[in-house]
């Protein structure tokens, strides 16, 4: 049975256990293509104006799954994560806002309910209507998520050793060795910046107008959200009377905070997306927080006609900053010592 998975959303974060788990039942996956104007522009026709471009790309994968004859397309509806917190409220509506919009997919669709306390999203029970379409058992159902859990646990350990998505997904998935990845990264930059954003907006590259690797190539390291254990995130939240109702906008925020405490952090970027209502939030809190902390502070939001001439100007620009910044501030040393 050929299972598609669309490159959008959490596909950047549950894809190790996703893929694993559909495998270990004998399933083959399908994943979309990497997201293009074309995705977008498709996803655009299915879905309403205002909603935001991670949700409208989205629905440019599933359209493209949908031509590749797959058996079903998995959508699941990601309720939560995490006690008294719950996703944003689209994640709560995607399989309704996709299966009424989308020719065609109403009898294609997986769309499994999660509704977990911890970030595993591994319980069986939240898997048991995949039994019929799927033609496996319970048993069938637990052995396999119990393989996908481990797979996906591996995923998280690398990611906090401070490997990006992709590598810590390739390692996970044993598709690439440490010693691999060592050789590449062996030189570590001057300057570091932290990146703020949805894991579906800062590492899909038509999204982020593939920022990492601009980044990457004016020799900055970059730190991101799920390179942080959980604790130390929410531990960044303790002081606010109230956190947010939205888990990973909580993680970006707690995340945000940490980077601006951290000496190591010379910068701080936070990739947005129109539309995106959680955000404003986090976005809003994170530039107050920047005048306290007196951290360059940069948000790069993404619409439909972003162009990546004036991006890549602002990063330099952005970077160029920082480093003057910090060569004033070793020459002041100096001349004190
Ligand atoms: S958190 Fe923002 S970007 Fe993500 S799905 Fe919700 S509204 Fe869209």
Redesign the pocket.
Known sequence: MRIGLPKA?LYYYYFPLWKTFFEALGCEVVVSNETTKQTLDNGTKFMAPE?????KICSGHVAELLEEKVDYIFLPRMVSIHKQET?????LGLPDMMRYTIPGLEEKMLAPQIHSHTERVSHPKDYLILREPLEVSLQDIKKALKQAEKVWCDFRAYSKRGYDIKNATDLALGQVTEMELAEKNKNPFDISIGVIG?V??IYDKFVSMDLLNHLENLNVNVFTFEMLDEMEMEMELNDMKKAMF?T??NKLLGTGRRFYHDTHIDGIIHV??F?????SFVGKLMELESNECHKPFMTVRVDEHSGQNHLQTRIEAFVDMIKKKKNALKTQKQRRA
């Open positions: 959303l909603l935001c471009v991670p949700m996703f944003c409220p689209k994640f949805y579906y907006n939205w990973f906008s947005t997306a539309g995106c209502g959680p955000d």
